[in-house]
Nanobody, 124 residues
């Protein structure tokens, strides 16, 4: 079983940047594709980005493409989400997730393990 803990959230002004981290424990994530999802108040959880276990095939939601970058460091058993040019609509709780396959997907049902999430609030 993989345990995931997110960090790095906070309050930031529109146009600013944040870097989220997802630390894994209990098992290595080398054989897991990793994803980031977010959920805003009153809305369903949505896909943000995903990356294969080798670090290739980064995939992004259209709403964050060009602004967010997903990366992983298997040696540190961690995944990151660099968020630039933040917008008010990026306000949400961000969670990382792991799926035991190499391929990336936006389908959250295919992710087996989830973190508790970290809050990101973008202010005007």
């Amino acid at each position: 079983q993989v345990q995931l803990v997110e960090s790095g959230g906070g309050l930031v002004q529109a146009g600013g940047s944040l870097r989220l981290s997802c630390a894994a424990s209990r098992r290595t994530i080398r054989s897991y594709a990793m994803g980031w999802f977010r959920q805003a108040p009153g809305k369903e959880r949505e896909f943000v980005a995903a990356i294969s276990w080798s670090g290739g095939s980064p995939t992004y939601a259209d709403s964050v493409k060009g602004r967010f970058t997903i990366a992983r460091d298997n040696a540190k058993n961690a995944v990151y989400l660099q968020m630039n040019s933040l917008k008010l609509e990026d306000t949400a709780t961000y969670s990382c997730a792991a799926r035991p396959y190499d391929s990336v997907t936006s389908r959250e049902a295919t992710y087996d393990y989830w973190g508790q999430g970290t809050q990101v609030t973008v202010s005007s």
